[in-house]
């Protein structure tokens, strides 16, 4: 006779699990995105259009080249053209999600909660997968990805509202905010990464250090993202024969 599972020991797929599971996440937007909101208005911008950058790219390092880009007069299209060309991984997150969950997954509405997939929901997506304490489905999804949006646009909003001399005399905590988004990043690779993906990544930083320091940091960011998809496939090939 088969004995069902305690439901407390069931993986816990609901709306509220992805929002428990994007806190760390939540955390560490808030105060990048209050930066944010600070950047955009000392480089002249009003409060409701930094907001709307956050609104409408949410794409976290993006938002500052944007301002860069912005403020140095860059092009429209070369600027256009750079944000696109550095946000394009995004577009590999929502079918490597699903090819992680397998058959049983649910896409009717991956139209809209995939809008949430950063790199940091992507990562704390897969993690929470891997170590079996959730089980995948839209709900979670939703969960995860507006809690992590919220988090973002609310440290935009109040960035904005303290204005550009909000940090000015605070250089060091200044700095220390534009390291959090990498770092946070950083952390969450480290939880699901196994040895066997570590040469990946390291023909993928090679690859990125070495474009940057002959050419620029997009098309390092780009050449890095290349070398580490090749040297993936390669290894997965290897593996399998």
């Known amino acids: 006779m088969q004995v069902d599972p305690p439901k407390s020991s069931l993986p816990k797929s609901s709306f509220t699990a992805g929002v428990v ?8 937007y808030f105060p990048i995105a209050f930066s944010f909101g600070v950047a955009a208005t000392r480089a002249g ?3 409701p259009e930094a907001f709307g950058l956050s609104l409408i790219i949410y794409a976290g390092a993006a938002q500052f080249l944007a301002l860069a880009l912005i403020t140095g007069g860059a092009p429209v299209l070369v600027s256009a053209f750079t944000l696109v060309a550095m946000n394009i991984r995004h577009v590999l997150y929502g079918p490597a999600l699903i090819k992680r ?6 896409t009717k509405h991956a139209w809209a909660w995939a809008f949430g997939l950063t790199d940091e929901v992507f990562g704390a997506a897969l993690g ?12 979670f999804m939703f969960g995860l990805g507006l809690a992590a949006y919220g988090s973002w646009l609310a440290g935009t909003a109040l960035g904005a509202f303290a204005g550009g ?19 946070l ?5 480290l939880s699901i990464l196994s040895r066997a993906q570590l040469p990946v990544i ?16 997009t098309a390092g960011i780009l050449a890095g993202m290349i070398a580490g998809a090749v040297s993936g496939l390669l290894v997965r090939r290897g593996d399998a024969v």
């Open 45 to 47: 911008l009003t409060g």
């Open 128 to 139: 929470a997968l891997a170590r079996g304490k959730v089980a995948f489905s839209e709900a």
């Open 21 to 28: 599971t994007a806190l760390p996440i939540a955390l560490g």
């Open 165 to 183: 001399a909000a940090l000015q005399n605070y250089p060091v905590i200044d700095a220390a905010l534009g390291f959090m988004l990498p770092a």
């Open 202 to 217: 390291a023909v993928a930083m090679v690859a990125t250090v070495a474009v940057t320091l002959a050419w620029s940091g």
């Open 101 to 106: 969950v397998g058959p049983a997954a649910r």
């Open 185 to 189: 990043f950083l952390a969450l690779l």
